[in-house]
């Protein structure tokens, strides 16, 4: 039986992970030390005899007993409300967590799998977003704490497939979606369900003609498990490539949550990207892999996910 320690295991994206690892069979351990991940999200997992949980703080040091065959870093805070309350934690997510797993992998020779970000391209001025970009980043902004950190985490990974020949893998996530984001998450997703489940006015940021692309929680974990298959040691993108501007997207969840909540206009924070758009090109190539789950079915997943968080009929 393969085994796999996934950090950041009860988090949004990680506890799915761990699910999916499960189901394919590994014996899993989750980490967390639960500043922005969430014990409900591993309600069912506790059941399973296959699944440990261990409340750690990946950014020191830790060890694990017995063979390791996978460390999949899923460890961050990764909102703009947590780039904000959370700086410092998230700038050591990015590194000493980083530096933490990679010495575990190290030490067990295992595979690594690091969960980077679109983050990393910042505010692009190349679109859509391809692998070999590098990027047009505020190094000194406020989500400087987690796209530096995460810039970092894959020079950091690279050098450890240079040096010590670790086998690594780099995902660059772009907007994902799905059951168990955060409601006070600060994202787009989890701020237009909840303001339109209780009547509120939905809060668009500029004049929302900024553009973004939603990937489904089931499709991004498909392209973790597939690109864990590949052999390949450098960054590869994982999003839906289907581009939405937010004041269309605002209108959606209205539409889609039945809601007669009305939009409003705030102005656009600091250095928010005003294009975000992968290029899959070399996950098709690479994995075979693209997004199979349209937006209004993954929404609709979605909305009764955060229609039971509230409390909402």
Same mark, same amino acid.
């Given at each position: 039986?393969?085994?796999?320690?996934?950090?950041?295991? $009860?988090?949004?994206?990680?506890?799915?992970?761990?699910?999916?690892?499960?189901?394919?069979?590994?014996?899993?351990?989750?980490?967390?030390? %639960?500043?922005?991940?969430?014990?409900? #999200?591993?309600?069912d997992?506790?059941?399973?005899?296959?699944?440990?949980?261990?409340?750690?703080?990946?950014?020191?040091?830790?060890?694990?007993?017995?063979?390791?065959?996978?460390?999949? @870093?899923?460890?961050?805070?990764? $909102? *703009?409300? @947590?780039? %904000?309350?959370? *700086?410092?934690?998230?700038?050591?997510?990015? $590194?000493? +967590?980083?530096?933490?797993?990679?010495?575990?992998?190290?030490?067990?020779?295992?595979?690594?799998?690091?969960?980077?970000?679109?983050?990393?391209?910042?505010?692009?001025?190349?679109? /859509?977003?391809k692998? @070999?970009?590098?990027?047009?980043?505020?190094?000194?902004? /406020?989500?400087?704490?987690?796209?530096?950190a995460?810039?970092?985490?894959?020079?950091?990974?690279?050098?450890?497939?240079?040096?010590?020949?670790?086998?690594?893998?780099?995902?660059?996530?772009? #907007?994902?979606?799905?059951?168990?984001? =955060?409601?006070? @998450?600060? =994202?787009?997703? /989890?701020?237009?369900?909840? !303001?339109?489940?209780?009547?509120? #006015?939905?809060?668009?940021?500029?004049?929302?003609? !900024?553009?973004?692309?939603?990937?489904?929680v089931?499709?991004?974990?498909?392209g973790?498990? =597939?690109?864990?298959?590949?052999?390949? #040691?450098?960054?590869?993108?994982?999003?839906n490539?289907?581009?939405?501007?937010i004041?269309e997207? +605002?209108?959606?969840?209205?539409?889609?949550?039945?809601?007669? $909540?009305?939009?409003?206009?705030?102005?656009? /924070?600091?250095?928010?990207?005003?294009?975000?758009?992968?290029?899959?090109?070399?996950?098709?190539?690479?994995?075979?892999?693209?997004?199979?789950?349209?937006?209004?079915?993954?929404?609709?997943?979605?909305?009764?996910?955060?229609?039971?968080?509230?409390?909402?009929?």
């Amino acid at each position: 039986m393969k085994r796999a320690v996934v950090t950041g295991g $009860s988090g949004f994206i990680g506890s799915h992970l761990c699910e999916r690892l499960i189901w394919e069979g590994y014996e899993v351990i989750a980490l967390d030390n %639960l500043i922005t991940g969430d014990l409900h #999200n591993l309600t069912d997992l506790k059941k399973e005899r296959k699944f440990d949980f261990l409340r750690k703080d990946a950014s020191k040091p830790f060890k694990i007993a017995g063979k390791v065959d996978w460390v999949y @870093d899923f460890a961050s805070p990764a $909102s *703009p409300i @947590d780039y %904000l309350e959370l *700086p410092i934690e998230t700038m050591k997510a990015g $590194s000493f +967590a980083v530096y933490n797993s990679l010495e575990l992998a190290k030490a067990k020779g295992a595979h690594f799998f690091f969960a980077s970000t679109s983050e990393t391209y910042g505010d692009p001025v190349v679109h /859509p977003q391809k692998e @070999d970009y590098w990027g047009n980043v505020n190094p000194i902004g /406020p989500r400087a704490v987690y796209d530096e950190a995460k810039r970092f985490g894959e020079a950091m990974v690279s050098a450890y497939l240079r040096y010590y020949k670790v086998d690594i893998r780099i995902i660059r996530i772009f #907007n994902t979606y799905g059951p168990r984001m =955060r409601l006070r @998450d600060g =994202r787009v997703v /989890p701020n237009f369900v909840s !303001q339109a489940l209780k009547g509120q #006015n939905l809060t668009v940021f500029g004049d929302g003609s !900024q553009t973004r692309s939603f990937c489904y929680v089931d499709d991004l974990v498909e392209g973790v498990m =597939r690109l864990s298959s590949a052999q390949y #040691n450098k960054p590869v993108n994982v999003g839906n490539p289907t581009e939405l501007k937010i004041i269309e997207f +605002a209108r959606k969840i209205v539409e889609l949550t039945g809601s007669r $909540s009305k939009i409003v206009f705030l102005p656009l /924070p600091e250095d928010d990207p005003k294009q975000r758009k992968p290029n899959i090109g070399l996950a098709k190539k690479l994995m075979g892999w693209q997004p199979k789950v349209s937006l209004d079915q993954g929404m609709r997943l979605t909305i009764e996910f955060f229609k039971k968080k509230l409390g909402v009929k």
